[in-house]
């Protein structure tokens, strides 16, 4: 069965720290998609990012990167120079292709407060 | 373009009475999802509706929850009756594609809030 874990419930840095959230899964397929999604104060799940099963390549937007590591099973997610505005719940989640579908298996989140 | 929308956006009740959540998908997306966050735990899937069609409830919780998409379009979450443990933030997305692409992208809207006392 797949699972996904965030080990992290909660963290707290000053603006313009660097931040890594955690995220390990487990799954048995060979192919699958890794999720980020950023849930800011007014609620809604924000997409940031996917990344498939093939693709091991680091990637980077902005001030946002994220580690996929096959051999360790996880998919890290950094933030250089924080903000305040990066204060959220950030789920990592995990593709399960059930019968088609594409059922997402989310972690159980980590919630990161940035201080002024 | 109009995101995925619920409503309510919160909901207090008492336990044994009756909720009925609405979700309405982005237009022209056959796929839709329901999750569930409860108590602060992870996020967890519930159903997927393909149009009209449910295509995996593996995720509901039992048979006081009761989904319907008809003329799929948009669907409704009924919890009848409704127990505390109920409690939690219930979201909906929807995906143009299913499977594994790269156009199943699923978009999710703001949650209802479901408090039961």
């Known amino acids: 069965a797949q699972k996904v874990t965030q080990a992290q419930t909660e963290i707290s840095v000053v603006e313009k720290e660097d931040v890594t959230l955690d995220c390990v899964y487990e799954t048995r397929d060979t192919t699958y998609y890794l999720f980020w999604y950023k849930q800011p104060p007014s609620g809604e799940l924000v997409f940031l990012i996917r990344r498939n099963s093939f693709d091991e390549q680091n990637e980077i937007s902005g001030r946002y990167s994220w580690n996929f590591q096959k051999s360790t099973s996880s998919f890290n997610f950094t933030i250089t120079a924080s903000q305040v505005v990066d204060s959220a719940v950030y789920f990592c989640a995990l593709s399960e292709a059930v019968q088609g579908a594409q059922k997402l298996v989310f972690g159980q989140g980590t919630r990161l407060t940035i201080n002024p | 373009e109009a995101g995925v929308t619920q409503f309510p956006s919160h909901s207090v009740i008492e336990k044994g009475q009756t909720v009925t959540l609405r979700c309405d998908p982005i237009s022209g997306h056959d796929n839709l999802y329901w999750y569930r966050r409860v108590m602060g735990k992870e996020i967890k899937f519930l159903l997927h509706f393909v149009k009209e069609s449910k295509q995996d409830e593996s995720g509901m919780p039992n048979n006081r929850f009761l989904a319907e998409r008809t003329g799929g379009t948009y669907s409704t979450l009924k919890v009848q009756p409704a127990e505390l443990e109920d409690s939690g933030v219930y979201f909906c997305?929807?995906?143009?594609?299913?499977?594994?692409?790269?156009?199943?992208?699923?978009?999710f809207g703001p949650g209802t809030r479901l408090t039961v006392l």
């Open positions: 997305a929807s995906s143009q594609d299913q499977g594994l692409g790269d156009d199943n992208e699923q978009f």
